[in-house]
C-alpha cells in the first residue's frame, strides 16, 4: 500500500457496506481495504460473495465482518450499526449499496411492492446514516455515499416504484450535507446507468447496449468503484448527486 496523502484518508477507518455481495459492493469494499479500511459487510443472500471479500481483506491486514441483513426489516439499520459498534467501534465510512429492483409496469404496481421498495432503498439509508453521524461529527471525519439511479433523472425502465425510490436519495444528499458539511463529513451519491456484473441489471443477457447511452456499451463495476473511491477520498466535495451512464443523462 503505498504511503501518501490520499490513502491516509482512509487508512485505519472503519467502513460499513451494505450489499456487498453484489457486484458494485463487492469492488468497492476490495477498493477499501487496499486503501487500509476496516470492514462490515452486509449481504442479503450470497454469504459466500460476501465471505469472499471479507477473506481478502483479511489476507490485506485488515480487520472485516460479515453478517446478513434484510433491510426489508425496518429493524435492520439499528443492528447492523450496533454490530459495527461492538465488533469495529464504529462506523466512519458509510455505503448502503444495498437495493431491490423488481421490474414491472405503473399499472402493476401494488402497495407491498412499493413499500418494500421504498423500505429497502431509502428508509434504510436514511436510518443508516441517521445512526452513523452522530459518531462522524464527533470525530470530524465522516463520508456517506448513497446508491442512486440515472432512473431517479429519466424514469428509467424498471417502474415508477423504483425511480421514486432513487428520486428520494437525492433528497436526503441535500439535506443532510448542508447539516453536516461543517463537521468535516460529506454526504454525496453516484446515480449509475447500465452496469455489467450486477443483478439489478434489466437487460437480457442478448440484448443490445440501448442507443440512448452514448458511450454504446454497460459500465463496469470497476467504474464505479473508481468514481467512489475518489469521492470518499475528497474531502471537499459534498452535497452532490453524479451520473456514471455512459453519456445517457447530461448532468
Do not use: C
Not at 4 to 9: L, P
Not at 54 to 62: E, M, N, P
Amino acid at each position: 500500500m503505498a504511503d501518501n496523502g490520499i490513502d491516509s484518508v482512509l487508512r485505519d477507518r472503519v467502513a460499513l457496506i451494505t450489499g456487498a455481495s453484489g457486484g458494485i459492493g463487492q469492488e468497492i469494499a476490495r477498493r477499501l481495504a487496499e486503501s487500509g479500511t476496516d470492514l462490515l459487510l452486509t449481504y442479503g443472500g450470497h454469504a459466500d460473495e460476501a465471505e469472499q471479500v471479507a477473506d481478502q481483506a483479511r489476507k490485506l491486514g485488515r480487520r472485516a465482518e460479515v453478517m446478513q441483513a434484510d433491510f426489508a426489516d425496518p429493524d435492520a439499520p439499528a443492528r447492523v450499526v450496533a454490530t459495527a459498534v461492538e465488533r469495529l467501534g464504529g462506523v466512519d465510512v458509510l455505503v448502503p449499496a444495498a437495493g431491490v429492483a423488481v421490474q414491472t409496469s405503473w399499472e402493476d404496481v401494488d402497495g407491498p411492492l412499493w413499500d418494500e421498495t421504498m423500505t429497502v432503498n431509502v428508509r434504510a439509508p436514511f436510518f443508516l446514516a441517521q445512526q452513523t453521524l452522530p459518531r462522524m461529527i464527533e470525530r470530524r471525519f465522516g463520508r456517506i455515499l448513497l446508491f442512486s439511479s440515472v432512473a431517479a433523472f429519466t424514469g428509467g425502465v424498471i417502474g415508477p416504484h423504483y425511480a421514486a425510490a432513487k428520486a428520494a436519495l437525492h433528497g436526503l444528499v441535500h439535506n443532510l450535507s448542508a447539516n453536516v458539511a461543517g463537521s468535516g463529513v460529506t454526504v454525496n451519491a453516484i446515480a449509475p446507468a447500465l452496469i455489467a456484473g450486477t443483478r439489478m441489471l434489466p437487460l437480457r443477457p442478448d440484448e443490445p447496449v440501448p442507443a440512448r447511452i452514448p458511450a454504446g456499451r454497460l459500465g463496469t463495476t470497476e467504474e464505479v468503484a473508481d468514481l467512489s473511491l475518489a469521492m470518499l477520498r475528497n474531502g471537499y466535495l459534498t452535497n452532490k448527486v453524479i451520473g456514471l451512464d455512459g453519456g445517457a443523462y447530461p448532468d
